[in-house]
């Protein structure tokens, strides 16, 4: 379905419904990439300042796809977490394409896997957005 032929909906709306019924939705899977792992594509184009996805607890599996969502930086980025209610929500922050991987900025200055001097496996690149909790708006 094209942009232009979605029917827009109020996303504040949109995040407490599925957050309510404390599930993904729809239109989004699960990629492999290389040197971050897996991270999460839209499998349909979006628009500036749609929900997206939830986050409910990034520190375990639980499943769900937020916690999924890789850190981008600068040009990359495509979406932001806001904290709605006690659910943190990821909302576009442009328009996304078919097929393009979902990256909000983690809010940290460096990272393990930027570090020219680290050479640790993914699975120890430990960074926990949701310790950023106070840094959300
Ligand atoms: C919340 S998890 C994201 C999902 C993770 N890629 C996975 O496969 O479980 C955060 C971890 O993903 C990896 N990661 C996230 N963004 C990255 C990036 N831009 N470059 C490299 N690794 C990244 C790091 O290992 C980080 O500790």
Do not use: Q
Request: hydrophobic share 30%; charged share 30%.
């Amino acid at each position: 379905m094209s942009r232009k032929d979605r029917k827009r909906v109020n996303p504040i709306e949109e995040s407490r419904k599925w957050s309510e019924k404390n599930i993904d939705p729809p239109g989004f899977n699960i990629s492999l990439f290389e040197n971050k792992g897996r991270g999460v594509r839209t499998t349909v184009c979006r628009n500036a300042g749609d929900f997206l996805d939830l986050c409910v607890d990034a520190s375990e599996e639980d499943g769900r796809l937020g916690r999924l969502v890789n850190h981008g930086s600068k040009k990359e980025i495509n979406c932001k977490m806001k904290l709605i209610g006690e659910v943190l929500c990821l909302f576009g922050t442009r328009d996304i394409h078919e097929g393009e991987e979902l990256l909000y900025d983690y809010g940290l200055k460096s990272y393990p896997w930027n570090s020219k001097t680290n050479h640790l496996p993914l699975r120890d690149h430990s960074v926990c957005p949701i310790s950023l909790l106070h840094l959300l708006t």
